[in-house]
């Protein structure tokens, strides 16, 4: 079974920084796509209102939202099946729970479309 865990959430006030990391875990052959999506708080209940942050692609290609581009950056460790996500110049609109996700997983020789992790919370404020 693969796991992803999320850390590096917290408070942090407008134009301030943050780095979240999330590491899959389990028998893991390969992980081809991870990515970073976000859920305004208020919404975190429903299906499907989860925005496209940030992701990394099998080749290194990565997709980033729009209004990220210039201030995120994600990168990605394969050894460690790690994913980062550098977060700068935060704003107020970037409140949100931050999810990890991982794509088409070979693991225990089963292939997985994708796994969740449980998210971690950013709140920009002052």
């Known amino acids: 079974q693969v796991q992803l865990v999320e850390s590096g959430g917290g408070l942090v006030q407008p134009g301030g920084s943050l780095r979240l990391s999330c590491a899959a875990s389990?028998?893991?052959?390969?992980?081809?796509?991870m990515a970073w999506y976000r859920q305004a708080p208020e919404k975190v209940r429903e299906e499907g209102e989860r925005e496209l942050v940030a992701a990394m692609y099998r080749y290194r290609d990565t997709e980033y939202a729009a209004s990220v581009k210039g201030r995120f950056t994600i990168s990605r460790d394969h050894a460690k099946n790690t994913v980062y996500l550098q977060m700068n110049s935060l704003e107020p609109e970037d409140t949100a729970v931050y999810y990890c996700n991982a794509g088409e997983i070979i693991a225990d020789a089963t292939e997985y479309d994708e796994v969740w992790g449980q998210g971690t919370r950013v709140t920009v404020s002052s």
């Open positions: 389990g028998n893991i052959f390969s992980i081809n796509n």
